[in-house]
């Protein structure tokens, strides 16, 4: 079956242009979780939804970070207003239960 | 926050070895804790979950423990081979909060 999927999986932006990151979970999948992952590091939770429900969003960094998803399924992450520090890949993980399963990410690049 | 440490950050073995990965963590009230492998340019792909309640689990040449008196995990790989060359990460979730929390990763080589 169909796994997660996001796109696009590239982005290049310049600095103070917005971005939306777009996540697609496995199909049924109740939870769906955003993540940051720097260069050489784990990656780090910025937000979660239960269904349409965004539960916690205690990880987003700042206020130009703003998560969506309006009908329980497909999830985007807006930037604005991007700075050169928000250059990472942006990982969506779903899950029916506990255990996460991941999409391939976006690798932004922010010039 | 649940703060995660992995042991070595990096590791090269011949193909054949029996290897264990480290991971440490420093909220013992841990709900379960997850390792995930993750290969260049990709996401990652869950392995093994273990429930705060369970000791360990087991999958083909994978076996991993958990135990919360000391705040470590361990990843036991049987019969090293050149494709389980990736970064392997481990992950826990508190008790409170959705987050899981991961540690930066043992980057593992074996050679053939």
């Known amino acids: 079956g169909a796994g997660v999927s996001q796109s696009p999986r590239y982005k290049v932006a310049k600095r103070g242009q917005d971005v939306a990151l777009r996540c697609d979970p496995i199909s049924g999948h109740v939870s769906l979780f955003w993540y940051q992952q720097a260069l050489g590091q784990g990656p780090e939770f910025l937000t979660y939804?239960?269904?349409?429900?965004?539960?916690?969003k205690s990880g987003l960094p700042s206020d130009r970070f703003f998560a969506e998803r309006p009908e329980g399924s497909v999830s985007t992450l807006k930037i604005q207003r991007t700075q050169q520090e928000d250059s990472a890949v942006y990982l969506c993980?779903?899950?029916?239960?506990?255990?996460?399963?991941f999409g391939p990410g976006t690798r932004l690049l922010v010039l | 926050k649940q703060e995660v440490t992995q042991i070595p950050a990096a590791l090269s073995v011949p193909e054949g070895e029996n290897l264990v990965l480290n991971c440490s963590f420093t909220?013992?009230?841990?709900?379960?804790l997850q390792w995930f492998r993750q290969d260049p340019g990709k996401g990652l792909t869950s392995l093994l979950l273990?429930?705060?309640?369970?000791r360990e689990q087991t999958s083909g040449r994978l076996n991993a423990s958990l135990d919360k008196s000391s705040g470590r995990s361990t990843l036991y790989i049987a019969a090293s081979q050149p494709g389980d060359s990736a970064t392997y990460l481990c992950?826990?979730?508190?008790?409170?909060?959705?987050?899981?929390?991961f540690g930066k990763g043992t980057s593992l080589l074996v050679t053939p």
């Open positions: 939804f239960q269904n349409e429900a965004q539960l916690d």
């Open positions: 992950a826990g979730k508190s008790n409170s909060g959705y987050a899981l929390n």
């Open positions: 273990i429930q705060s309640s369970q």
């Open positions: 993980a779903s899950a029916l239960s506990w255990t996460q399963y």
């Open positions: 909220d013992s009230a841990i709900y379960n």
